[in-house]
């Protein structure tokens, strides 16, 4: 061990007067931390920064010499070494090499990644089933934290929703592939990026529910609610996707003589339809969500298909 008194390591012998602050490459600049007797210099800082690794691993390899040069490439195996080619700096060839250092180089990442978004409820999708390893989804938005999400885990789905709160935000998703001694590693492990993902212009709206109607005379009425979202009032009831999207949301009704294939529809930002019909004949009808402003997506779910009996009788 080193005697920080006189600056000897009595293991090595004398320490040059230069060595004395701890770098091993010789600068007084910035000192190093002193190191274990034994420690490999591989690694060690090397006048303020640290050689990568991959050098001394790549010591006397042929993509060292075809990358280094054949003088390099012998001599990068510690940090003192490395100091005699200051001009060494990490190279776009060794990345794939690097990787194999890291021991990512086996593990798949996930393709035909998809966004599955129904009132707000968002699933992402991917493949393959994971065979020795797991997966870790990352949420990125432009301007919120990542958030990490089915941690470790076995599936290729991930409920994400509540990722997402900030519905007007474009998000991106990273799928991570990690075997579970790697999260806390300080390597990026390796990942899939999905598509750009905004909800309030690509969740899909889902189907109205019908709460009532009838028709009298000449007039069919049509009472409907809106899809509930998975976001909840601080008071803990549900928000409906009129909540969010307020003005931009219309809903439209298609309606038919019962048994004929002619439809009319109407459009309005309530929740009631009233229109003017035969009267004495049946109609058929459904409601649909619109918003006009978007460019893709606009129509949503149709509900169900309902039908007044008006004039019917019992064989019809």
């Known amino acids: 061990p080193r005697d920080g008194r006189d ?5 090595r012998g004398p320490v040059p007067r230069s060595r004395r602050t701890g ?26 920064r640290a050689p990568p690794p991959v050098w001394a691993l790549l010591a006397g390899s042929s993509l060292a010499a075809a990358v280094l040069g054949s003088g390099a490439a012998s001599a990068v195996g510690s940090c003192s070494e490395v100091a005699r080619f200051p001009s060494l ?30 009132n707000f409820k968002t699933i992402l999708q991917w493949q393959p089933k ?14 919120s934290d990542v958030k990490r999400k089915c941690i470790l885990t076995s599936e290729t789905e991930c409920d994400v929703t509540d990722a997402l709160r900030n519905v007007k935000e474009t998000y991106t998703a990273h799928i991570l592939s990690v075997r579970p001694a790697e999260m806390d590693d300080f390597e990026e492990p390796p990942f899939a990026v999905s598509e750009k993902f905004t909800p309030y212009s690509q969740t899909v709206i889902g189907k109205p529910e019908i709460k009532n109607y009838s028709q009298e005379g000449s007039k069919l009425n049509v009472v409907f609610k809106d899809p509930l979202t998975p976001y909840v009032f601080p008071n803990g009831s549900f928000q409906s996707i009129q909540d969010i999207f307020q003005h931009d949301l219309e809903y439209k009704l298609y309606y038919w003589k019962d048994q004929s294939s002619g439809k009319k529809d109407v459009m309005t930002k309530s929740h009631n339809f009233e229109v003017s019909v035969d009267s004495g004949k049946s109609y058929c009808f459904y409601v649909q969500g619109i918003i006009p402003s978007r460019r893709e997506n606009r129509n949503g779910r149709e509900s169900m298909v309902l039908c007044t009996s008006v004039g019917r009788n019992i064989l019809d």
């Open 89 to 118: 700096a990490p190279h776009s060839e060794l990345v794939g090499e690097m990787e194999k250092v890291n021991g990512y180089e086996e593990l798949p990442t996930a393709v035909n990644i998809t966004w599955s978004s129904i």
């Open 23 to 48: 770098c091993p490459c010789g600068s007084p600049r910035r000192a190093a931390p002193r190191w274990r007797d034994g420690d490999s210099d591989i690694g060690r800082p090397c006048c303020g």
């Open 130 to 143: 994971p065979s020795g390893y797991f997966y870790t989804v990352e949420i990125h938005g432009r301007t």
């Open 7 to 11: 600056g000897r390591d009595r293991s």
